[in-house]
């Protein structure tokens, strides 16, 4: 009986792997395997660093770090002083430009955070989370 | 004698049919559940991501993977082929779930469960924990009931 039932549960467990890896390519380009974050909404060091001029980069961090070090031109703006960095990060911001949040690596959550209440809060569209963050930045420098 | 044999032999029959109920009401809810996951597994994955045990990829994984678990292992117990592997499956899955909830709770997380999509999204704590239990009760009921060789010849 006991052979019987782990035959049993691993037929089932293989049935449902090949339902799992058809959806799983069908949904190749609407998940990120690497971050909650969608795949539309991320964006590399590289494809950031394309947009130049047409870019806002924003760094998540706590303040600390962004004093420490940061990506040239980057403005601070983490939850800590939400209120106070935000109306200085909308000071600088213009429709036409594409905001870049960054925080310290892969496995932070500020970035998600702060664009998300960038999009929901301050209404802003064209915002992107720097996929690697911070370490994959200083690793393209 | 004969008697006594043939209401015996028909209350058999009933409990029969009662269990069969059951497997099918049993079976269903997990058909349904994995159906409604496996719409947006995007959600799924999100959900499961709330609960900080995991790391995002092996969430993504297990959003794909779980819900057609969960309907094949539903389908087995309703169409009663590989049973004792899909009610040993589902038992373990909704155990280890309530396992994580309870820990959720315990870790301050407010977490949305996302078992049944967004028909679960508004219910509370108590709520998400008296249907798993009932789920958890209904499932080692139909377990106990195969062990103990009731339907040991439907079941392999």
Known sequence: ???SLVRQALVLAALAFVPTLVQAIYFGDKVSWRSPVPASEMVTVTQARAWDKNAIWVDARPDNEFARDHVPGALPLNEDRWNELLAQFLGAWSPEKKVVVYCGSEGCNASREVAHRLRKEAQLANVFVLEGGWEEWLKEK | MNDTSNIKHQTSNILHFLWQIVDVIVGGIFIYAGAIKVLDPVQFANDI???KILPWTISVGLAFYLPWLEIF?????????LYFGGLSILTALVAVFLAATIAAKIRGLDITCGCFGHVSQNWNFPAHLAIDLAILAALLALSFRVVSGNRLQDAV
């Open chain 1, 1 to 3: 009986m006991k052979s």
């Open chain 2, 49 to 51: 991501d709330n609960y």
């Open chain 2, 73 to 81: 292992c539903g389908l087995a117990l309703i169409v009663r082929r």
